[in-house]
């Protein structure tokens, strides 16, 4: 018989045997409800997630205003001018008209016409005079604004691309640092079971010295392994503080706040048997990464045509309305009325066009290697990732047969004992041996569902 546990103890006890018992072969989720739920939640208000979101906005906004560039403009303006003195103009009136006028009069023997015109001299510069206008303008033809409002659009796919990478590491950071959470608390759940193993050994033995069946050092081991114990219990809680501010912080939620702890994720496995090519081949078809580079391809397409019409004429049309007189005289100076076309057309450049084509294509050449970059990346993420979960299940099945040999050996030992027939040096390695196996596993379990959520981000599963 090993020693004697309180029924609630007992009952506990036996519900966290079970699912540590509980091991996956080949494939395991971690996921629960209340998992998604703070991944859900995470998305909606982690900060980066908002930078990311403002970002996009702020782009939609650019192709909103790339697309304006085709509306009419309306321009007012107005001047009005004082001005005294400089250079004067000078109009020979009277030189010119008072001959003539002089001829006219002795013709028609009258005196119909002046012959007593002066010469005028004015100032060049006008005085009191007002200049205003109303001008409307667009562009017919400019292909500048055309493939602007074509980038724009791509770029703002590219966004879009890099929210679903932000949203991807975001459901990794929530998981690790959940399960991180898990590792702690469960950590602190065994270690408090074998606080209770050694009190109960402790009480055992205070018996047996009062009945002068053992000596007063039989407790003395004892309470020191109960002292090292709550050493460790202490520790465990400071980090059980530090991981639960990590995770409300990866929330954005107030670091003392409440988080409710999930333990189905250690048994919501997966018998189905993952393929290696087959995960390969989902994490090349799924990583968002490669549309980037398909997105900066055809962006590269689109400066291909920019680049080559650049020199292409432009056109537009302006018409306006206006007034220009002196003194405030409506009658002398208004309304005037224009409309014409202006156009444009560079006929040289420089060569520059052909240094732009030139750059443009070793940036594909970037983009095709990029590409192939990742794909060696993706291919070795996947199979490390893959791998590693695969020793891992290895190594919880052998953990298994650990405890289940730590357990029977504990058991024997603890009868031994009981019957005077073993040390209790023995009985405390026992125990300390199937405690720690224990202990091994849960950090195996633990490790299991980081290496999951790895897995998971590498072929970008949500």
Same mark, same amino acid.
Do not use: C
């Given at each position: 018989?090993?020693?004697?546990?309180?029924?609630?103890m007992?009952?506990?006890?036996?519900?966290?045997i079970?699912?540590?018992?509980?091991?996956?072969?080949?494939?395991?989720?971690?996921q629960?409800?209340v998992?998604?739920?703070?991944?859900?939640?995470a998305?909606?208000?982690?900060?980066?997630?908002?930078?990311?979101?403002?970002?996009?906005a702020?782009?939609?906004s650019?192709?909103?205003?790339?697309?304006?560039?085709?509306?009419?403009?309306?321009d007012?303006?107005?001047?009005?001018?004082?001005?005294?003195?400089?250079?004067?103009?000078?109009f020979?009136?009277?030189?010119?008209f008072?001959?003539?006028?002089?001829?006219?009069?002795?013709?028609?023997?009258?005196?119909?016409?002046?012959?007593n015109?002066?010469?005028?001299?004015?100032q060049?510069?006008?005085?009191?005079f007002?200049?205003?206008?109303?001008?409307?303008?667009?562009?017919?033809?400019?292909?500048?604004?055309?493939?602007?409002i074509?980038i724009?659009k791509?770029?703002?796919?590219?966004?879009?691309?890099?929210k679903?990478?932000q949203?991807?590491?975001?459901?990794?950071?929530?998981?690790?640092?959940?399960?991180?959470?898990?590792?702690?608390?469960?950590?602190k759940?065994?270690?408090q079971?074998n606080?209770?193993?050694?009190?109960?050994?402790?009480?055992?033995?205070?018996?047996?010295?009062?009945?002068?069946?053992?000596t007063?050092?039989?407790?003395?081991?004892?309470?020191?392994?109960?002292?090292?114990?709550?050493?460790?219990?202490?520790?465990?809680?400071?980090?059980?503080?530090?991981?639960?501010?990590?995770?409300?912080?990866?929330?954005?939620?107030?670091i003392d706040?409440?988080?409710?702890?999930?333990?189905?994720?250690?048994?919501?496995?997966?018998?189905?048997?993952?393929?290696l090519n087959?995960?390969i081949?989902?994490?090349?078809s799924q990583?968002?990464?490669?549309?980037?580079?398909?997105?900066a391809?055809?962006?590269?397409?689109?400066?291909?045509?920019?680049?080559?019409?650049?020199?292409?004429?432009?056109?537009?049309?302006?018409?306006g309305?206006?007034i220009?007189t002196?003194?405030?005289?409506?009658?002398?100076?208004?309304?005037?009325?224009?409309?014409?076309?202006?156009?444009?057309?560079?006929?040289?450049?420089?060569?520059? %066009?052909?240094?732009?084509?030139?750059?443009?294509?070793?940036?594909?050449s970037?983009?095709d290697?990029?590409?192939?970059?990742?794909?060696?990346q993706?291919?070795?993420?996947?199979?490390?990732?893959?791998?590693t979960? %695969?020793?891992?299940?290895?190594?919880?099945?052998?953990?298994?047969?650990?405890?289940?040999?730590?357990?029977?050996?504990y058991e024997?030992?603890?009868?031994?004992?009981?019957n005077? %027939?073993?040390?209790?040096?023995?009985?405390?390695?026992?125990?300390?041996?199937?405690?720690?196996?224990?202990?091994?596993?849960?950090?195996?379990m633990?490790?299991?569902?980081?290496?999951?959520?790895?897995?998971?981000k590498?072929?970008?599963?949500?």
């Open positions: 018989m090993i020693l004697p546990l309180s029924d609630p007992k009952k506990h006890f036996i519900q966290v079970y699912w540590l018992a509980l091991v996956i072969p080949v494939q395991l989720s971690g629960s409800a998992l998604d739920q703070y991944i859900t939640e998305l909606a208000n982690n900060l980066q997630m908002r930078n990311v979101e403002l970002a996009s702020l782009q939609a650019k192709v909103a205003a790339a697309e304006k560039l085709w509306n009419p403009n309306v007012l303006q107005a001047s009005y001018l004082l001005a005294e003195g400089g250079r004067l103009i000078n020979p009136i009277g030189d010119l008072n001959p003539v006028y002089g001829t006219l009069n002795d013709l028609t023997a009258s005196q119909s016409f002046p012959e015109l002066e010469n005028i001299s004015t060049l510069t006008p005085n009191n007002v200049d205003a206008s109303i001008a409307v303008s667009k562009p017919l033809v400019n292909s500048t604004i055309k493939y602007n074509k724009q791509e770029l703002m796919a590219l966004y879009e691309v890099d679903r990478i949203e991807n590491e975001i459901r990794f950071q929530v998981r690790q640092a959940y399960y991180n959470l898990l590792r702690v608390r469960e950590g759940e065994v270690l079971q606080m209770s193993l050694l009190n109960e050994v402790l009480a055992f033995n205070e018996k047996l010295i009062k009945y002068d069946k053992a007063p050092d039989a407790i003395s081991d004892v309470q020191f392994r109960i002292a090292d114990l709550e050493s460790q219990l202490s520790e465990l809680e400071e980090q059980e503080r530090l991981a639960s501010t990590l995770f409300n912080i990866v929330l954005n939620r107030q706040e409440e988080i409710v702890v999930d333990t189905t994720v250690y048994s919501s496995f997966s018998t189905h048997e993952s393929n087959v995960l081949g989902t994490a090349l990583r968002p990464e490669f549309e980037k580079i398909l997105i391809n055809d962006l590269n397409a689109l400066n291909v045509e920019r680049v080559k019409n650049q020199n292409n004429p432009t056109i537009g049309l302006r018409a309305i206006g220009q002196e003194d405030f005289s409506l009658n002398d100076g208004g309304p005037l009325y224009t409309l014409g076309l202006n156009a444009g057309w560079k006929i040289i450049d420089g060569g520059l %066009k052909k240094k732009q084509l030139e750059e443009l294509l070793i940036e594909r970037q983009n290697l990029q590409k192939q970059i990742l794909r060696q993706v291919v070795l993420q996947v199979s490390e990732s893959f791998h979960l %695969k020793s891992l299940y290895a190594q919880i099945k052998a953990q298994d047969e650990k405890i289940r040999s730590a357990n029977i050996s024997a030992v603890s009868r031994k004992y009981r005077e %027939k073993a040390l209790l040096i023995e009985l405390l390695t026992a125990q300390n041996q199937w405690i720690s196996s224990r202990l091994n596993r849960v950090i195996l633990i490790e299991i569902l980081n290496a999951q959520a790895q897995l998971d590498v072929i970008n599963a949500s």
